[in-house]
């Protein structure tokens, strides 16, 4: 009788065991797909986001590649405009423009003036100063405000940097500013040498029109290049540039002797 109730404990237990099983198997079944319903929506979720952040990508990148394109760029490399003695020149220009590109324009034409003095002419008389600080004083005074005024004029003129506009600059520049500055440059270095009115009209006669010659098969291509690619506001820098050679010729026939009017 111990035994069969035994058995029957037993069988009561074990049932007892399989619904509470069978009822934690059903809970489980009905709850867990609220949660995996729930973690798939928030991963849904989280993918839309990265979708979304991804569609504006590209509209990032063609807005900052709209932005370079628009905003301005100077002739040189950004890493060399931030390069010291270059960012300092250029601020030099934009704050003090006459000064700063008549300090240029006197330290090349001292420089022309070494070289012509140095290599070309190689006087047994020694290297003459004054003429250096002639050049230099011309430069400054006169070539370099000059310059600045003339390339603003031809811009405001011809805006453009079409083929048409540029080569209508370079018609003035050889037909207008060209033979003035060179007669200018002839006649003031001859009179602070003394000489006077007559010699330095006989000057002109015999040493203008070879001058300006050689400037039309020097000067074109130098213009060319400054009025198509270069900014107005470093126009004087490229033009002093160029005229380096140019103006050891021009020191050189500037200290051609005078022309007897006897």
């Not at 290297?127 to 405000?145: H, S």
């Amino acid at each position: 009788m111990s035994v069969a109730i035994k058995d029957g404990l037993k069988i009561h237990h074990l049932r007892h065991s399989s619904i509470r099983n069978l009822w934690t198997s059903r809970r489980n079944s009905i709850t867990d797909p609220i949660a995996t319903s729930n973690g798939f929506a928030n991963q849904l979720a989280h993918q839309l986001r990265q979708s979304k952040s991804c569609s504006r990508f590209p509209q990032s990148i063609f807005r900052r590649t709209k932005e370079v394109e628009i905003s301005p760029t100077s002739v040189m490399p950004s890493s060399l405009s931030k390069f010291g003695p270059v960012s300092w020149y250029l601020s030099m220009i934009k704050s003090r423009p006459i000064v700063t590109k008549s300090i240029t324009s006197a330290l090349i034409y001292s420089a022309a003036d070494f070289s012509s003095q140095s290599v070309v002419e190689k006087s047994s008389e020694g290297y003459d100063f004054v003429r250096t600080l002639r050049m230099a004083g011309y430069g400054m005074l006169i070539l370099g405000p000059s310059l600045h005024y003339w390339f603003n004029f031809v811009s405001r003129v011809f805006p453009k940097r079409d083929l048409p506009s540029t080569f209508k600059k370079m018609a003035l520049g050889q037909t207008v500013y060209g033979p003035t500055m060179t007669a200018i440059f002839f006649s003031v270095n001859a009179a602070l040498q003394g000489e006077s009115g007559s010699e330095i009209v006989a000057r002109l006669k015999r040493d203008l029109v070879p001058t300006i010659i050689s400037g039309i098969m020097y000067w074109p291509a130098c213009d060319f290049v400054t009025f198509k690619f270069i900014p107005v506001n470093l126009q004087p820098l490229v033009s002093n540039s160029f005229s380096y050679l140019w103006t050891v010729y021009m020191t050189y026939m500037a200290s051609l002797e005078k022309v007897s009017t006897a």
